[in-house]
């Protein structure tokens, strides 16, 4: 059930001139960015799913956590990012969805540059098979990019933060 | 308000992933052990697999570019980017009592249990072992053995 008002992004105070510079970008550009992003962590989280086993061997590479617990990410993360960008493009959810996402890629981007400065030989293991050939500076490209899309989509405004 | 909101739809996100989360860990229970990514059976170090001498086949799992570079001696390249290409010329030199030793370039890379686990399940292959640390620790081995040499 919706709220007769529902909470905009522009109660959080953030700067007014990035706002009235958000705020000139046509309400369809959002949409697709919605679709677009939300598509990306659902085409990751598909292909993580078909091959977890793969996708704990790549938490592992990161040497971070112990095993026991890469193995329980590997089942449980693929399916959150799926559930995610569907929230992305149903925009149900939303707000939620949105603060996941900007969670786990900005966690991501920490493991991955953190590996970097340790000497690791990574696979991100974030794109299966598709990402295994890219090199440090296009993981950290696409990652940033995404980072920067999902927190435009976080204060864009006006936004209306639907729950169902 | 927003704060409140944010917090259920977290927690119902979180949730919803957490269902079929559970139902593939108890669909793969028999498929991947939670105590460690290789069991210690499947592991080999550097001097054992060195004493099999002529029963042990090398495979290297790493990029064309870095085989081409350099390798041990008499392995063949197997690496996942031409897995279909490469699997028959290996498969025409493996015979059943050799034992494999897949390697990558060091203890922290992927692609040797990745080798390994597809030719235990896509080429029905038994006695395939990972390489403990890799290619980096075939170098440190030889280098210790060639300074133990020269005393």
């Keep these: 059930m919706l709220n007769d008002r529902r909470p905009v992004v522009s109660e959080m105070n953030e700067p007014s001139t990035l706002n009235s510079q958000l705020s000139t970008i046509p309400q369809f550009v959002w949409r697709i960015a919605d679709v677009i992003v939300g598509g990306v962590f659902i085409y990751a989280g598909a292909i993580k799913v078909?091959?977890?086993?793969?996708?704990?061997?790549?938490?592992?590479?990161?040497?971070?956590?112990?095993?026991?617990?890469?193995?329980?990410?590997?089942?449980?993360?693929?399916?959150?990012?799926?559930?995610?960008?569907?929230?992305?493009?149903?925009?149900?959810?939303?707000?939620?969805?949105?603060?996941?996402?900007?969670?786990?890629?900005?966690?991501?981007?920490?493991?991955?540059?953190?590996?970097?400065?340790?000497?690791?030989?990574?696979?991100?293991?974030?794109?299966?098979?598709?990402?295994?050939?890219?090199?440090?500076?296009?993981?950290?490209?696409?990652?940033?990019?995404?980072?920067?899309?999902?927190?435009?989509?976080?204060?864009?405004?006006?936004r209306d933060f639907r729950l169902a | 308000m927003v704060k409140s909101l944010l917090v259920r739809q977290v927690l119902i996100l979180a949730a919803l992933g957490l269902v079929p989360g559970i139902g593939q860990a108890i669909y793969f229970r028999d498929k991947v052990s939670w105590r460690s990514p290789v069991p210690a059976s499947e592991m080999v170090t550097v001097t054992q697999a060195r004493a099999w001498g002529e029963n042990?086949?090398?495979?290297?799992?790493?990029?064309?570019?870095?085989?081409?570079?350099?390798?041990?001696?008499?392995?063949?390249?197997?690496?996942?980017?031409?897995?279909?290409?490469?699997?028959?010329?290996?498969?025409?030199?493996?015979?059943?009592?050799?034992?494999?030793?897949?390697?990558?370039?060091?203890?922290?890379?992927?692609?040797?249990?990745?080798?390994?686990?597809?030719?235990?399940?896509?080429?029905?292959?038994?006695?395939?072992?990972?390489?403990?640390?890799g290619w980096e620790e075939w170098l440190r081995t030889n280098r210790r053995n060639l300074k133990w040499l020269n005393r």
């Design chain 1, 50 to 158: 078909l091959d977890p086993i793969r996708f704990a061997n790549d938490i592992e590479n990161y040497k971070i956590l112990p095993w026991t617990i890469g193995v329980g990410l590997a089942f449980y993360l693929p399916w959150l990012e799926i559930f995610c960008g569907l929230a992305l493009i149903l925009r149900r959810l939303y707000l939620g969805g949105l603060t996941i996402l900007t969670a786990l890629i900005s966690a991501f981007l920490v493991a991955t540059i953190a590996a970097k400065i340790r000497g690791l030989d990574i696979t991100c293991g974030c794109f299966g098979h598709v990402s295994q050939r890219w090199n440090f500076s296009a993981h950290l490209a696409l990652d940033l990019l995404l980072l920067a899309a999902l927190i435009l989509l976080l204060f864009r405004p006006g």
């Design chain 2, 56 to 133: 042990a086949i090398w495979v290297d799992a790493r990029p064309d570019s870095e085989f081409a570079r350099d390798h041990v001696p008499g392995a063949l390249p197997l690496n996942e980017d031409r897995w279909s290409e490469l699997l028959p010329q290996f498969l025409a030199a493996w015979s059943q009592e050799k034992k494999v030793v897949v390697y990558c370039s060091s203890q922290s890379c992927n692609a040797s249990r990745e080798v390994a686990r597809r030719l235990r399940n896509e080429a029905q292959l038994k006695n395939v072992f990972v390489l403990e640390g």
